[in-house]
């Protein structure tokens, strides 16, 4: 596993908390970040890369 993608995915794993069930979530907002150098806000609409989102969202889920 990359270790952009293990890190990436260790943080959203801490945002979405313990029930992880906003973990979808967690993941885009980690990726925004990234991305962006900042959460994004309520009404943030700027793009992602959709690629990094997936592959995070896919080793969060092998963490579980």
Known sequence: MDILIQKLSEKALEISGESNKELDRACWMIVHQHKH?????EYDIREIDEELYLEVLNA???ML
């Open 37 to 41: 150098g900042a959460l994004p806000t």
């Open 60 to 62: 969060a889920r092998e």
